[in-house]
């Protein structure tokens, strides 16, 4: 892959997003509908989400508690 190609995104399975972010299922799909969490991409019967997308929720979590202190 050279400098200017970009891989391509990353899909995370429920358990993976999960397992990164430390809330259970229930709550994932809860903070969806608020608009508090990324949306999944639909692929088919199942869902999937893009990695970029959860690390940047996580990022945003960090930087929100950093203004606060």
């Known amino acids: 892959m050279t400098e200017n190609e970009q891989k391509p995104p990353r899909l995370l399975k429920i358990a993976e997003v999960m397992g990164r ?3 259970a299922k229930a709550t994932i799909y809860a903070r969806i509908q608020n608009g508090g ?5 639909s692929l088919g019967s199942s869902s999937r989400w893009v990695e970029s ?7 945003d979590l960090v ?3 950093d203004k606060a202190a």
């Open 21 to 23: 972010v430390g809330l």
């Open 53 to 59: 997308e959860i690390d940047a929720w996580i990022a």
């Open 37 to 41: 969490f990324p949306k999944p991409v």
């Open 63 to 65: 930087v929100e508690r």
